[in-house]
Every structure is written in structure tokens, then in C-alpha cells.
């Protein structure tokens, strides 16, 4: 899953955000020095990645793929399935989008001492750059992809997936639909973070 997912998944206080995020930076970080609310974000953002990775209908989706795409089946699947969220937001949360979105970005930022300096860069750009608004736009998420291909070290193809995206538009919603819920089960039985 990507960020927005994650911080969906987090509980209602700023450091489980935080952990939930910081799966994603966890190069040099000793998770033994972090606040305990922290390391449980952590080990929920990765249960949540492992259960995400091993799901069949999400596999599934790298059929979709031409094969110079098919090795980037899970970032594009990741980042789709953060604009299927904002598109279903109504199904599974009682909090409007914007006020979740207007909730996070201060508590993330009022926490970037305790992140690595990776992920305090990325949150300061996601909000200096309001991400979660604009995930909302097929346009963006095909921007989102070519940026990924420029930072990609070795040549690729991940630039323009956008357009494979749109051509399975129905297939990628479809088992967005189906895989979430069960996603949300699988979060609320292994309660992790209490």
C-alpha cells in the first residue's frame, strides 16, 4: 500500500502516523530507540505490506502489465490503489477525505524530529505539495509515475504506466473493491497497536 493507506490504517494519534509511515524509511533506524506508539506503527505498516503482497487479486494485477511494467506491478499498484481509496473514501471511514487530510499533515509535521531525515524531507514535500488533494486525479497518479521512472537508477519503463493503468481502469477498481475490505479485516483482527 502506499502513503495515504497507511496513514489510514494508523490509529488516531500522531505517532502511530508516524510509524505507520515510517515502514517505508527504515534504513538506519533502530526501532528500539523509537517511542513505543512508533514501533507499532511500524509493525502494522508492515503487516499491512505483507498482506497486501501475498494477496492473490493483487498479484493478479501485474497481468494487466506489458513486460517491461510487470517488474513495477506493485508500485503501480500501490500508488492506484491510494487513488481508489480517496475515489471510496465514503465506504470505509465516517471522516470526510479533507478534514482526515487537514487532521494528518499538521501532526506529521509537528513530529519530523523523531523520523529520518529521508522521510522528513518526503512529508515535508507531500505537504508542501498537498499530495493527498491532488491523488484524487488520474492526470496526477500518471505525473506520479513518471516521477518514480527519473528517480529509478537504472533505465526503465514505469514512465507512462499510466496509460496500461487506464486501459484495465475497471479490472485495477474492481479488485480494489474486493481486496480492501478484506484488507481492513485482516488490520482490525491482528490488532497490533491495540
Known amino acids: 500500500m502506499n502513503y495515504l493507506a497507511h ?9 502511530s502516523m508516524v510509524g505507520n509511515l515510517m515502514g517505508d524509511f527504515m534504513k538506519g533506524v533502530d526501532i528500539n ?8 506503527g511500524i509493525q502494522n505498516h508492515q503487516m499491512v505490506d505483507a498482506f497486501t503482497d501475498s494477496h492473490q487479486s493483487v498479484s493478479a494485477l501485474k497481468n494487466c ?28 471511514s ?9 487532521q ?18 518526503v ?12 491523488y484524487g486525479s488520474l492526470k496526477t497518479m500518471g505525473y506520479v509515475f513518471d516521477r518514480m521512472s527519473q528517480r529509478i537508477r537504472f533505465e526503465n519503463k514505469l514512465s507512462g504506466a499510466i496509460d496500461e493503468v487506464v486501459d484495465y481502469y475497471n479490472v485495477y477498481e474492481s479488485t480494489f473493491l474486493l481486496f480492501f475490505p478484506q484488507l481492513i479485516d485482516h488490520v482490525r483482527l491482528s ?4
Do not use: C
Open 191 to 194: 490488532n497490533i497497536e491495540g
Open 65 to 92: 502489465l506489458s513486460p517491461d511494467r510487470k517488474r513495477f506491478s506493485g508500485i503501480i499498484t500501490d500508488v492506484m490503489f491510494d487513488y481508489f481509496l480517496i475515489k471510496h473514501w465514503h465506504r470505509y
Open 123 to 134: 512529508v515535508k514535500r507531500m505537504v508542501d505539495m498537498d499530495w493527498f488533494r491532488s
Open 7 to 15: 496513514l489510514f490504517f494508523a490509529k488516531k494519534d500522531p505517532f
Open 94 to 102: 465516517g471522516m470526510n477525505f479533507y478534514h482526515f487530510v487537514d
Open 104 to 121: 494528518v499533515y499538521p501532526e506529521l509535521l509537528d513530529n519530523i524530529a523523531i523520523m529520518p531525515k529521508t522521510m522528513a524531507t
Open 33 to 40: 530507540q523509537l517511542p513505543p506508539s512508533v514501533a507499532l
